[in-house]
Every structure is written in structure tokens, then in C-alpha cells.
């Protein structure tokens, strides 16, 4: 799996957009990018994913860049909840064979009041 | 999102003692499962990949004999600490993964050993 890049952390105020970076310059041409989120004390959750379009759901958007060599995930109006060390991921993204996700160091946001 | 329950959240044990830790997928098979450790601190280290029907397979470093792994059905997998020493206080974490391959995971089991 391609090696990523993280800010080990970040601060944003409440209410505005928290825009979280990495870098991924090796990443191949079947390796999607997968983002979770660890709030303390909790097991990870998964947030988005996405191969080469940019992304959206109800949690966050995922920007990645024309030559997938980074991507940035969007919480569009952070709030206190959402303090937690965020994780990129790359890897393959089909179902076969034996995928499994390695976590690096992440980024930790605070959201500030 | 896909659901896993992982059970008991917490334990205290004594050392010497064996543990066993419950992980299920509660609205979907998981043919896969991953079990986790993550010390004050740090980050998720993989422990092992839990295959239905098959032997799990170790990452590097982890003795198979003292954490062992059963996946006896497509929502079920457990870990087994087993003569727990308190070197093994850690946080441990299950995660299932999806026909979609997506990891989904539990909340996590804080295991203390006195």
C-alpha cells in the first residue's frame, strides 16, 4: 500500500470548514483513498472514500487532486464533536484478496470553540 | 454506516488469567476481520487478519499461541488473550470489512491485567 503524508495536527474554529491534507505521491492507479476518524477512546470511524472524482456525503468532502498524488478532506462546518485524529489511508480498493487497513499517524484536529 | 459491536468494552483482569474479547457484525458477513492494538498515544497496530473458516494470519511480532483468533461464523470473530500479563494492558480494537471493502469498527475493549 502507498505511503501517506499527514500534518500530525491542525486547529480550526468551530463553525468554519477544517480542511485536512495528505499526501499520497506514490500512490498507483487501482489505490483508493480512504479516510477515518478516531474520536479518544473510540474505535475508528470511517468517513469517506474515493479513486480519482471528488466525493461528498453527509459527513465531510473529499477533494482529490487530477494527478492523485494528494487529496484533502473538507468538514464543510466543524464542530467540538468532530476533535478527533483523522487517518488517510491508500490501498486497493477492490473486494478480492486480502485487503486490510494500516493506520500511520493522522492528523489531530481541535476544533475550537 | 455498517455496524460492529465489539464486547466487553472493558475488563479487569488478573495476571496469568485468560480473556476473551467478542467481535460481531451485526447487519452484515464479514468473510474478513482485523484485530487491533493501540497503546496510550499511538496508533492502530495491526494484529492479525481474521479469515472465516481458516487460520488468521499474524503480523510480524505477534505470538499466535498467546492471542488467539477464532472466526467461526460470517458476524463473529474472537480474540483470546490468553495467561494475560500486565504488558498486555492495551486498547484493543475489531474491525469487520464489507463486500464493499470497507473497514467498519468496533468501539474498542480496554483491557487492564493487574
Known amino acids: 500500500d502507498a505511503k501517506t503524508t499527514q500534518p500530525p495536527s491542525m486547529d480550526c474554529a468551530e463553525g468554519r470548514a477544517a480542511n485536512l491534507p495528505c499526501n499520497h505521491s506514490?500512490?498507483?492507479?487501482?489505490?483508493?483513498v480512504y479516510w477515518y476518524r478516531q474520536i479518544h477512546s473510540q474505535g475508528p470511524q470511517y468517513i469517506i472514500h474515493?479513486?480519482?472524482n471528488n466525493e461528498t456525503n453527509e459527513m465531510a468532502s473529499l477533494i482529490i487532486t487530477e494527478d492523485r498524488k494528494s487529496s484533502t478532506l473538507i468538514l464543510p462546518h466543524a464542530t467540538l464533536r468532530d476533535t478527533a485524529v483523522y487517518y488517510c489511508?491508500?490501498?486497493?480498493?477492490?473486494?478480492?484478496?486480502?485487503?486490510?487497513?494500516?493506520f500511520g499517524t493522522g492528523t489531530k484536529l481541535q476544533v475550537i470553540p | 454506516g455498517a455496524v460492529v459491536s465489539q464486547h466487553p468494552s472493558r475488563v479487569i483482569c488478573k495476571s496469568g488469567t485468560s480473556v476473551k474479547i467478542e467481535c460481531r457484525s451485526l447487519?452484515?458477513?464479514?468473510?474478513?476481520m482485523f484485530w487491533y492494538r493501540q497503546f496510550p498515544k499511538q496508533s492502530l497496530m495491526l494484529m492479525a487478519t481474521?479469515?472465516?473458516?481458516?487460520?488468521?494470519?499474524?503480523e510480524q511480532g505477534v505470538e499466535k499461541d498467546k492471542f488467539l483468533i477464532n472466526h467461526a461464523s460470517l458476524t463473529l470473530s474472537t480474540l483470546t488473550v490468553t495467561s494475560a500479563h500486565p504488558e498486555d494492558s492495551s486498547f484493543y480494537i475489531c474491525?469487520?470489512?464489507?463486500?464493499?471493502?470497507?473497514?467498519?469498527f468496533g468501539a474498542g475493549t480496554r483491557l487492564s491485567v493487574l
Open positions: 474491525s469487520a470489512r464489507t463486500s464493499g471493502n470497507i473497514q467498519y
Open positions: 506514490t500512490i498507483s492507479g487501482n489505490e483508493y
Open positions: 474515493g479513486l480519482k
Open positions: 489511508i491508500v490501498r486497493v480498493g477492490n473486494s478480492g484478496g486480502y485487503q486490510k487497513v494500516t
Open positions: 447487519d452484515f458477513q464479514a468473510t474478513t
Open positions: 481474521s479469515n472465516e473458516g481458516s487460520k488468521a494470519t499474524y
